[in-house]
């Protein structure tokens, strides 16, 4: 009978408690290379590999960006009339989207055509949810310094845009956490929620009050 390797012989030798123990660790692991288990001279993996693991990850599955793309459409201004544009958006929709778009600067392309906007340039966006037939819009500060006529020209643009969107017939802005008046078309101040039909004498050319 041909004489065992030196390494296997130790095998023979192996205490039965040290057996069990590195068979519940090669459970626990999954690791079928455990030395003392398999075939002679046989060992674990040198690199181990996570399953479902992002390959240059860092080993942890990777989160993908929601890359979604939408377009919307908003209303800038050409003199005291609404004009409807298309903007794209990333990764939001509904109320979100519009305001999103609305509060995106004017492109060389729009401008070309004369086109602008009356809302401020503002750190923050607005942000708002809908309550009925009512989106609540929160402003970042300056709004309300605005000259009245830019006043005016950024509401016709937000009523038209967020009634365009969502579900919502009118629109209340806040303010510092609070309900602030405002100007209707024709620049009286009006604290309640204003609609399109109080924006008519800018109303967009062929895009009817009541959208079905």
Do not use: K, N
């Not at 023979?12 to 288990?37: E, F, I, K, N, Y």
């Not at 401020?120 to 989106?135: F, I, K, Q, Y």
């Not at 009245?148 to 629109?171: D, F, K, N, P, Y």
């Amino acid at each position: 009978m041909p004489a065992l390797s030196s390494s296997c012989r130790s095998r023979r030798r192996t205490d039965p408690g040290r057996v069990a123990l590195l068979l519940a660790l090669a459970t626990v692991t999954g690791l079928t290379g455990v030395t003392g288990l398999s075939g002679c001279g046989l060992g674990p993996e040198a690199h181990p590999v996570v399953v479902g693991a992002d390959p240059g990850g860092g080993g942890f599955p990777s989160a993908r960006p929601d890359l979604r793309v939408v377009t919307v459409d908003v209303f800038l201004l050409r003199g005291d009339r609404l004009v409807r544009v298309t903007r794209p958006v990333q990764s939001a929709v509904g109320l979100q989207a519009a305001l999103v778009a609305l509060s995106q600067t004017v492109s060389s392309a729009e401008a070309d055509q004369g086109l602008r906007t009356a809302l401020p340039s503002a750190a923050t966006r607005p942000t708002g949810t809908v309550d009925g037939s009512v989106a609540r819009i929160t402003m970042p500060r300056g709004f309300d310094r605005l000259p009245l006529h830019e006043q005016v020209g950024a509401m016709a643009q937000i009523v038209w845009t967020v009634t365009s969107h969502t579900s919502a017939a009118s629109v209340r802005l806040i303010v510092d956490d609070a309900y602030i008046p405002v100007p209707d078309g024709r620049g009286q101040l009006l604290d309640r929620p204003v609609g399109r039909t109080d924006y008519v004498d800018w109303a967009p050319v062929g895009v009817p009050l009541v959208e079905g």
